[in-house]
């Protein structure tokens, strides 16, 4: 089969032929892959960043999302069946297999059945954004009249972030670039504040006691700069290891699960959130695609077209 591989980190990805195709172990599914998107998770690995803290050899297969057709199931399978469409994402613990393949084998855990008013390009780009969102906005807990900042809501996670906490009554805050206004507008943000400008100056004007919880899906490895515009009792979440620690912080663990990700599905069926795709690149321009993410400025997802 055809897959997307990087055989020396830090190289470039090459898509090969003749690569082994995987088979469907007890508790796994056989997916035939027609949709993923671009995560910097997929940069992260493809670098060689969890290297150490996974030891993995190469060649690795790039991809985490993916949308498809069940191929065939294993022993013990019991929530989908052959001829199924279904969306998932593969654990970043598991970093030799990706989705960025004609076909991957994965647990039965790792996806559920996409809905049918959902395209594959939009499924295939859902699952790690999506669930990590809603991780998030659990940890936050936003309820009527709450005010939440939401930081990087522009990008995947926080673009499905906003909607969910929208959903939930809160008013919602986040930098923005003005050319990104209409698009923060469409997703329920209620103030764009000056991205690049004074945030914090914005923040105290129009909450002079702190917001009641923030999102910050941007910093990565340290606490976020913004934790002082948050009133005290409020809370605090970050995917990327940001939000500090002690009572109402809270470092999202991701990992893919099943229930979370029927949850998604039931946001993107009952249209209660969307993931929005910026661009989509063929499976052959997965290099490119990568090197978008990192060169330029996203709103949504960038989305990968496995097979047609």
């Known amino acids: 089969m055809k897959a997307l591989t990087v055989t020396a980190f830090g190289a470039r990805p090459l898509l090969r032929d003749g690569v082994p195709e995987p088979v469907a172990g007890p508790g796994q599914v056989l997916v035939r892959v027609r949709a993923s998107s671009v995560n910097w998770l997929d940069a992260d690995i493809a670098t060689g960043l ?16 993916f949308a498809g057709t069940v191929e065939a199931v294993g022993e013990g399978v019991g929530s989908v069946e052959a001829g199924d469409e279904v969306f998932g994402e593969i654990p970043a613990r598991e970093p030799v297999r990706g989705a960025w393949a004609e076909l ?20 295939g780009a859902a699952a790690l954004a999506g669930t990590t969102a809603v991780m998030s906005v659990d940890a936050l807990e936003p309820v009527p009249g709450d005010t939440v900042l939401v930081v ?12 969910l906490a929208r959903a939930a009554g809160a008013t919602v805050l986040a930098p923005g670039l003005p050319e990104d206004a209409e698009y923060l507008r469409g997703l329920g943000v209620s103030v764009v504040l000056p991205r690049g400008g004074d945030v914090r100056a914005a923040v105290r004007a129009l909450c002079p006691d ?36 002690g009572p109402g912080r809270t470092n999202i663990m991701h990992g893919p699960c099943s229930e979370i990700l029927r ?16 661009q989509t690149y063929d499976l052959t321009e997965a290099a490119e695609a990568l090197r978008a993410l990192a060169t330029r400025h996203t709103r949504g997802k960038i989305a990968l077209r496995v097979a047609a």
Do not use: C, N
């Open 263 to 278: 949850r998604v599905a039931r946001h993107l069926a009952d249209g209660t959130v969307t993931v929005g795709i910026q």
């Open 210 to 245: 702190g917001v009641d919880a923030l999102l910050d899906a941007v910093t990565a490895y340290e606490i976020t700069p913004y934790a002082e515009l948050v009133r005290d009792g409020g809370r605090i979440a970050s995917p990327t290891d940001a939000a500090g620690y």
């Open 152 to 163: 990087g809501a522009t990008g995947g996670v926080g673009g499905v972030a906003v909607q």
């Open 50 to 65: 969890f290297a150490d803290q996974v030891p993995h050899g190469l060649p690795v297969t790039l991809g985490r999302d």
């Open 104 to 123: 991957v084998a994965t647990g039965e855990h790792t996806l559920t059945r996409k809905p049918a008013r959902l395209g594959m390009a939009e499924a």
